[in-house]
């Protein structure tokens, strides 16, 4: 069946990029999605990539999608204490909207 | 616009009480999806809606019901609860077709 395998946790330094990486198994996927979670609260869309695009820039952060390796990536530059949350990869299957979650990877930013 | 609300926020229930856990968007979105998070598991589907009066079970629907009220509000049903339910449950909503699923900030359930 359809997997999304994130890694768990990632600590880095205020100032410093920060790289979460999403490896995903159905080669149908048509969006692929990063959502943010800050503690005690919901998720909240942070930016996606269409499967036909190989990167999408968006501020701070950017997404690079390696279809045959079926690998996904969000960078965030000059990583801020605000940016301390989990990050959810996603895939969307059809057209149902239905999404497939990988485990989620906690982001620490050190001072 | 309020955009998702879930009740409640908090609740603790002894094995075998049932509850409904509500759910409301006011974005008149046509699909609505259940979801239940675990520790290192991510979010996994439970049930969802895809419009009103259709409802589909997702990857995990076993000890849950739905049901999917009118256009705004999608609701579930515990009727026996089990201490494997322990979780948090979110509700979310978006267009069909649309990329983005908003959702609601949680309600945190201990089954005892």
């Known amino acids: 069946g359809e997997d999304v395998e994130q890694s768990l946790f990632l600590s880095v330094r205020e100032g410093d990029s920060s790289v979460i990486n999403c490896t995903y198994t159905?080669?149908?996927?048509?969006?692929l999605y990063w959502y943010k979670q800050e503690p005690g609260a919901g998720l909240q869309l942070l930016t996606y990539?269409?499967?036909?695009?190989d990167m999408k820039q968006d501020q701070r952060l950017t997404v690079l999608l390696n279809k045959k390796d079926k690998h996904l990536s969000l960078r965030i530059a000059d990583t801020q204490t605000g940016d301390s949350a989990i990050y959810f990869c996603?895939?969307?299957?059809?057209?149902?909207?239905?999404?497939?979650f990988g485990q989620g990877t906690t982001l620490q930013v050190k001072p | 616009n309020a955009g998702v609300t879930q009740t409640p926020k908090f609740q603790v229930l002894k094995t075998g009480q049932s509850m409904t856990l509500q759910c409301a968007q006011d974005m008149n979105h046509n699909s609505m999806y259940w979801y239940r998070q675990d520790p290192g598991m991510g979010l996994r589907l439970i049930y969802y809606?895809?419009?009103?009066?259709?409802?589909d079970k997702g990857e995990v629907p076993n000890g849950y019901n739905v049901s999917r009220l009118n256009k705004r509000e999608f609701s579930l049903r515990l009727e026996s609860a089990a201490p494997s339910q322990t979780s948090v449950y979110f509700c979310a909503s978006g267009l069909a077709g649309d990329n983005e699923q908003f959702f609601g900030p949680g309600t945190r359930l201990t089954v005892l």
């Open positions: 996603a895939e969307k299957q059809g057209n149902t909207g239905k999404l497939i």
């Open positions: 990539i269409f499967s036909n695009m």
């Open positions: 159905d080669s149908s996927s048509t969006y």
């Open positions: 809606s895809a419009s009103e009066g259709t409802t």
